[in-house]
């Protein structure tokens, strides 16, 4: 790793951590970080009145907690797609995994309010059946597992996915507005809950991910290469889109439709560092990932206390000036 | 200078068991038959030049010996293990292929690259030792390639990619090396530098399988031609013997012929636009 790529994955460490510091200590109301401290289970906690401690162990560090996960899993599932399909434009929306996940939320929030509990494992389960239709799609048959075949059967899936959530609102259109948090993409106070369900798959995606990162690396140098340092292309392809479409899901389970998120931070990442090196891009992706949604979420609360937005629009106000700010020293 | 190297090419590597053993392959690509019937040997030490038409087969010959195709019947063994039964670490240990096209990614040094060759010597989820670094180093120079360490794989040209390239397949540290026409997008000098980079290779005792279409190259720097015509190969040999003026007739349908001076350097003599005899100008000779 050389100096620079050190700095960058040291820079979105540093934002990371004071990120999380600020995401604990600020809120509708401020805690002093004294208290924080006192506070976290690490440090025996107790060191703080009850109301205190519930606010920071019962609500705020689960939030922020989940909003790390959501941005490494967006991350890397950006950066494991665009290494997998070697293009720049991929993200969990190619695979269908976007579109899946949002019509399952729907599917709840519209037509079957009484069950919202359940909006996360619907949104993680359509999630993953419009990415294994995309699969069978794109695998089936002779020549199966082209990058071209791929992006085209996940047009063609989104496609159905999305236009099932069309009907869902023109059905419920009273509704709709109960809807808007998870398609912009939000963060809550829902505590350890949603976590529970989730861990394994984000936990799964994580470990998978480090495993690929020298197969995608072999894979960089066309699939000639890559089949003469001992890899199968079209086998690592299929891997990482899949472990992608499942750390993708288990993101929109926990908070939304944040694709934004995976396409960018990688390529911010790239253009930061200097390279393409998965070694480095995989995760530093996953580190200001998360630090971007951190702060995102930071701010989304501030801005207009105690009410609390959406973090997905204030993730792109403070992601896009960056991003092309970056593209334009690119070049 | 290739004359010097006579004494190697028929010495005593070339009459030990061959590092790599093609025979009877054929090979079928999207239901046509595209090789038939192949016999190929390469010995360590040995330069062995795929000559032929193009659509003959050549390329895809190569690729289902290096184990990048499966072929339909036939064997392709790596001292004696047949390919397909060869694990895919210990394959990228035996033998390196080199493309014809490269992927040129963005974003990616020559050091990056070669760095990835040598992967397949470096455990999963490990970093690359001392030993890996200073073999990375070791297959850049070798290739000609120090001092392209730092450049981005983009901003090659096309001679020096095909160095990198070729540091990226000596990084695997395999006894063969197999290439898929290394100087067809090459000018000249570029060229010059390719033929010697892989003549000194063989000569230090590696196994260069080559598929090239300039016969006057293959013809300087191989040990042994193997001619390759309709999916079949024909005709196997040193290149003077075997790239006779009958060969080219029938193999290419031109009317040439291959010279050789004393000082090695070699020569395709065509008549481009008729029979040799009937073109006018000076003779030659």
């Known amino acids: 790793m050389t100096?620079?790529?050190?700095?960058?994955?040291?820079?979105?460490?540093?934002?990371?951590?004071?990120?999380?510091?600020?995401?604990i200590s600020l809120g509708s109301t401020t805690i002093p970080l004294r208290d924080v401290f006192d506070a976290l289970p690490v440090v025996g906690g107790g060191g703080v009145d009850r109301a205190t401690d519930q606010i920071i162990n019962g609500l705020r560090i689960p939030r922020t907690v989940t909003a790390i996960l959501v941005g490494a899993a967006l991350g890397i599932a950006g950066a494991l797609l665009q290494g997998a399909l070697a293009n720049p434009l991929a993200s969990p929306d190619v695979v269908g995994v976007t579109a899946g996940a949002g019509f399952g939320a729907m599917l709840l929030l519209l037509a079957a309010p009484g069950a919202i509990a359940l909006v996360p494992l619907s949104a993680l389960f359509f999630g993953l059946v419009a990415t294994a239709l995309v699969f069978t799609v794109a695998w089936a048959g002779r020549g199966g597992g082209s990058i071209a075949r791929l992006i085209l059967a996940g047009i063609a899936v989104s496609a159905v996915f999305t236009?099932?959530?069309?009907?869902?609102?023109?059905?419920?259109?009273?509704?709709?507005?109960?809807?808007?948090?998870?398609?912009?993409?939000?963060?809550?106070?829902?505590?350890?809950?949603?976590?529970?369900?989730?861990?394994?798959?984000?936990?799964?995606?994580?470990v998978a991910a480090a495993f690929l990162i020298r197969p995608l690396d072999r894979l960089a140098l066309g699939d000639d290469v890559a089949q003469?340092?001992?890899?199968?292309?079209?086998?690592?392809?299929?891997?990482?889109?899949?472990?992608?479409?499942?750390?993708?899901?288990?993101?929109?389970?926990?908070?939304?439709?944040?694709?934004?998120?995976?396409?960018?931070?990688?390529?911010?990442?790239?253009?930061?560092?200097?390279?393409?090196?998965?070694r480095f891009v995989v995760p530093t992706s996953a580190v200001a990932g998360a630090a971007l949604l951190l702060v995102a979420d930071t701010t989304a609360r501030r801005v207009a206390?105690?009410?609390?937005?959406?973090?997905?629009?204030?993730?792109?106000?403070?992601?896009?000036?960056l991003f092309l700010w970056l593209l334009r020293k690119a070049v | 200078m290739a004359r010097d190297h006579d004494a190697a090419r028929t010495g005593s590597s070339v009459d030990g068991a061959p590092l790599l053993r093609v025979r009877n392959l054929a090979v079928r690509l999207g239901g046509t038959e595209i090789v038939r019937h192949a016999d190929l040997d390469l010995h360590r030490g040995q330069l062995v030049a795929?000559?032929?038409?193009?659509?003959?087969?050549?390329?895809?010959?190569?690729?289902?010996?290096?184990?990048?195709?499966?072929?339909?019947?036939?064997?392709?063994?790596?001292?004696?293990?047949?390919?397909?039964?060869?694990?895919?670490?210990?394959?990228?240990?035996?033998?390196?292929?080199?493309?014809?096209?490269?992927?040129?990614?963005?974003?990616?040094?020559?050091?990056?690259?070669?760095?990835?060759?040598r992967s397949a010597h470096v455990g999963a989820l490990r970093r690359p030792g001392a030993a890996d670094r200073a073999a990375v180093d070791r297959a850049l120079e070798r290739a000609a390639a120090g001092d392209l360490a730092e450049r981005q794989l983009v901003t090659l040209s096309g001679g020096e990619l095909q160095r990198v390239q070729?540091?990226?397949?000596?990084?695997?540290?395999?006894?063969?090396?197999?290439?898929?026409?290394?100087?067809?997008?090459?000018?000249?000098?570029?060229?010059a530098t390719m033929?010697?980079?892989?003549?000194?290779?063989?000569?230090?005792?590696?196994?260069?399988?080559?598929?090239?279409?300039?016969?006057?190259?293959?013809?300087?720097?191989?040990?042994?031609?193997?001619?390759?015509e309709d999916g079949r190969t024909v005709a196997a040999g040193p290149p003077v013997e075997v790239l006779s003026t009958e060969r080219l007739a029938t193999?290419?349908?031109?009317?040439?012929?291959?010279r050789t001076d004393d000082a090695g350097r070699t020569a395709l003599h065509v008549g481009w636009l008729g029979a040799l005899d009937d073109a006018p100008g000076r003779p030659l000779g």
């Not at chain 1, 540093?14 to 600020?22: F, P």
């Not at chain 2, 230090?204 to 399988?209: A, H, S, V, Y």
């Open chain 2, 251 to 258: 193999t290419w349908r031109v009317d040439a012929a291959l």
């Open chain 2, 166 to 191: 070729l540091a990226v397949g000596l990084a695997q540290g395999a006894p063969a090396l197999i290439a898929d026409e290394p100087t067809s997008a090459l000018d000249l000098g570029a060229t």
């Open chain 2, 195 to 228: 033929a010697r980079l892989l003549r000194s290779l063989a000569d230090d005792g590696l196994g260069i399988l080559l598929v090239v279409h300039d016969l006057a190259l293959a013809c300087a720097i191989a040990d042994t031609v193997v001619v390759v």
């Open chain 1, 228 to 278: 003469s340092l001992g890899v199968r292309p079209r086998l690592v392809r299929l891997v990482a889109a899949g472990v992608a479409a499942l750390l993708a899901a288990a993101a929109a389970a926990l908070a939304g439709l944040l694709g934004f998120l995976g396409l960018v931070v990688p390529h911010a990442v790239r253009l930061a560092g200097g390279t393409a090196s998965h």
């Open chain 2, 50 to 117: 795929v000559v032929g038409p193009n659509g003959a087969g050549k390329s895809t010959i190569v690729r289902a010996a290096s184990g990048l195709l499966r072929p339909a019947a036939g064997t392709a063994e790596w001292d004696g293990t047949d390919v397909r039964r060869v694990g895919a670490r210990r394959l990228a240990r035996i033998r390196a292929f080199v493309p014809q096209r490269p992927q040129v990614p963005a974003g990616i040094t020559a050091h990056e690259a070669v760095t990835i060759g």
């Open chain 1, 163 to 206: 236009a099932g959530t069309t009907a869902l609102m023109t059905a419920y259109p009273d509704r709709v507005s109960s809807a808007i948090f998870f398609v912009a993409g939000y963060l809550s106070y829902d505590g350890w809950r949603v976590l529970q369900d989730v861990w394994p798959y984000l936990a799964v995606g994580f």
């Open chain 1, 305 to 321: 206390a105690p009410l609390d937005l959406p973090v997905g629009p204030f993730m792109v106000v403070l992601g896009v000036p």
């Open chain 1, 3 to 23: 100096l620079r790529q050190a700095a960058v994955l040291g820079t979105a460490a540093v934002v990371l951590v004071i990120a999380a510091l600020a995401s």
